[in-house]
C-alpha cells in the first residue's frame, strides 16, 4: 500500500542522501536471491533509521529482527565507539547472508548476531539499552515493549516498524487477524502509557518513535 503519491514518493527519495556502496550492494542482493524483499527497510527508511541513530548516539543498539541486516548496518552508523549493537532473528537461514555483509562493515567488531526466539534469548542479555529497533514477529510487539521497557534508561528510544499495517489499522480487524489487531494493540498501549511520549511517522509502512520520559 502506498501512502503518498508515486511521484511524490520518487522525488522524496531522490532528495535524500544515497545509500553506502555496502547498503546498496545488499539492497540488491536482497531483492535477487531472498525471499519477500519488501521486507528490507531500503534506500529511504534506511536513511531515517541512520539519521535518528546519529542523533541519539547511542552506546547499545537492540535490534529484533534482522531480516538480511540492512537496518542493523544503518542503525550502526551513529552508535558511539566503543558500542554494541546485538541484533536477534529467528530465522537460521538468513544469518550467514547478513553476517556476510556485516563482515565488510568498517565496524563489524561492533555488530552482534544471534539466532532464536527473541523472547527467550532477551532475558539473557546483560545491561540496558539506549535505542532499541523492534522489527520481528508482529503479535509479539507489545510483549517486547513490556520486557524492555524497563532495561532503557531515561531519554532512551524505542523504534517500531510496521505500525500502519499497510492502513490495516483504520479498519476493523476480522477475528481471524491476529496481526492487525496486535499492532493497533501496540500502539494504544504506548500511546496511553504515561511513561513515554511517541510519534508515529508515516515513513513507508509507519515508524513508531518512543522517548521514556
Same mark, same amino acid.
Given at each position: 500500500?502506498?501512502?503518498?503519491?508515486?511521484?511524490?514518493?520518487?522525488?522524496?527519495?531522490?532528495?535524500?542522501?544515497?545509500?553506502?556502496?555496502?547498503?546498496?550492494?545488499?539492497?540488491?542482493?536482497?531483492?535477487? #536471491?531472498?525471499?519477500?524483499?519488501?521486507?528490507?527497510?531500503?534506500?529511504?527508511?534506511?536513511?531515517?533509521?541512520?539519521?535518528?541513530?546519529?542523533?541519539?548516539?547511542? #552506546?547499545?543498539?537492540?535490534?529484533?529482527?534482522?531480516?538480511?541486516?540492512?537496518?542493523?548496518?544503518?542503525?550502526?552508523?551513529?552508535?558511539?565507539?566503543?558500542?554494541?549493537?546485538?541484533?536477534?532473528?529467528?530465522?537460521?537461514?538468513?544469518?550467514?547472508?547478513?553476517?556476510?555483509?556485516?563482515?565488510?562493515?568498517?565496524?563489524?567488531?561492533?555488530?552482534?548476531?544471534?539466532?532464536?526466539?527473541?523472547?527467550?534469548?532477551?532475558?539473557?542479555?546483560?545491561?540496558?539499552?539506549?535505542?532499541?529497533?523492534?522489527?520481528?514477529?508482529?503479535?509479539?510487539?507489545?510483549?517486547?515493549?513490556?520486557?524492555?521497557?524497563?532495561?532503557?534508561?531515561?531519554?532512551?528510544?524505542?523504534?517500531?516498524?510496521?505500525?500502519?499495517?499497510?492502513?490495516?489499522?483504520?479498519?476493523?480487524?476480522?477475528?481471524?487477524?491476529?496481526?492487525?489487531?496486535?499492532?493497533?494493540?501496540?500502539?494504544?498501549?504506548?500511546?496511553?502509557?504515561?511513561?513515554?511520549?511517541?510519534?508515529?511517522?508515516?515513513?513507508?509502512?509507519?515508524?513508531?518513535?518512543?522517548?521514556? #520520559?
Amino acid at each position: 500500500m502506498e501512502f503518498i503519491n508515486e511521484k511524490l514518493d520518487d522525488y522524496v527519495c531522490s532528495h535524500t542522501s544515497e545509500e553506502s556502496d555496502l547498503l546498496y550492494a545488499l539492497n540488491r542482493e536482497t531483492h535477487v #536471491k531472498i525471499l519477500q524483499p519488501r521486507m528490507l527497510s531500503g534506500h529511504f527508511q534506511g536513511r531515517v533509521l541512520s539519521m535518528f541513530s546519529k542523533m541519539i548516539q547511542p #552506546k547499545r543498539i537492540l535490534e529484533l529482527g534482522t531480516y538480511t541486516g540492512y537496518s542493523a548496518l544503518c542503525l550502526v552508523e551513529g552508535l558511539q565507539e566503543g558500542g554494541e549493537l546485538i541484533t536477534i532473528d529467528c530465522n537460521e537461514e538468513l544469518q550467514e547472508f547478513s553476517q556476510s555483509h556485516f563482515d565488510k562493515h568498517p565496524r563489524k567488531e561492533a555488530l552482534k548476531s544471534i539466532s532464536g526466539d527473541a523472547m527467550e534469548i532477551i532475558p539473557t542479555l546483560e545491561g540496558d539499552f539506549d535505542l532499541v529497533f523492534i522489527d520481528a514477529d508482529k503479535d509479539n510487539y507489545l510483549n517486547y515493549y513490556q520486557i524492555l521497557i524497563d532495561r532503557i534508561p531515561s531519554g532512551g528510544y524505542i523504534l517500531a516498524d510496521n505500525v500502519l499495517w499497510s492502513g490495516k489499522v483504520i479498519d476493523v480487524a476480522s477475528v481471524n487477524d491476529k496481526d492487525t489487531k496486535a499492532i493497533k494493540e501496540f500502539n494504544m498501549y504506548v500511546l496511553k502509557d504515561d511513561r513515554v511520549e511517541n510519534v508515529l511517522f508515516p515513513i513507508r509502512d509507519g515508524l513508531l518513535m518512543v522517548r521514556k #520520559k
